[in-house]
């Protein structure tokens, strides 16, 4: 079954139900970005205000669709409380020019997870919300963010703008670096 899309009346473009092997043999797309979202994610906006504060994923999503249109590249959306179909979904962004992504709590345990990032070539920038390194011990590590290209916390919202031009950056010095 092919990765299958859905666009939501404010323009937002989700992938529902994700072929991980399609990237395989998909040609590249380097203009269109992946905005990946972790476990309990979908709660943004109702959940633990002082750390993630009001915006929701939705509005999140909308924000960065509209920052890639005026930077001239395509974003798609996930969100998944699965850590499997986190995974699949890193792979199916191989065809794709980068990811944005909030693992979540996954950053702090899913070796999984880091070994899907590490074995995409396009380039992934974490971002956190909240500043990690300011909560519970658990939170000051992240096992993922040595394999990703970049890496942002405690920026809130705003963290996701700042991923998406770090994540456009990388992609085009990698491409230049492939060249050269
Ligand atoms: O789910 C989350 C959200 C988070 O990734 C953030 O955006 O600050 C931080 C994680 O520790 C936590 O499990």
Redesign the pocket.
């Known amino acids: 079954m092919p990765t299958e899309f859905t666009t939501t009346d404010a323009g937002v473009r989700r992938i529902t139900k994700v072929d991980p092997n399609e990237a395989l043999d998909k040609p590249n797309d380097p203009k269109t970005f992946l905005l990946l979202s972790g ?3 979908a709660l943004f906006g109702k959940r633990d205000a002082k ?2 504060g009001t915006t929701t994923l939705a509005q999140i999503e909308e924000r960065v669709t509209k920052l890639g249109k005026e930077l001239g590249v395509d974003i798609v959306c996930a969100q998944t409380d699965y850590e499997g179909e986190m995974c699949q979904l890193i792979h199916y962004s191989r065809c794709l020019g980068g990811v944005i992504m ?1 693992p ?2 996954w ?2 345990y899913s070796y999984a997870l880091r070994d899907a990032i590490d074995a995409c070539d396009s380039p992934v920038v974490e971002v ?3 500043n ?1 390194h300011a909560r519970e011990e658990f ?1 000051h590590k992240s096992v993922t963010a040595p394999v990703c290209a970049g890496m942002l916390s405690g920026c809130g919202v705003l963290g996701y703008d700042l991923g998406l031009r770090c994540a456009i950056e990388r992609r085009s010095e990698r491409d230049a670096a492939k060249k050269a």
């Open positions: 476990v309990n994610h750390q993630y909030n979540g709590a950053a702090h956190h919300i909240s990690v939170r």
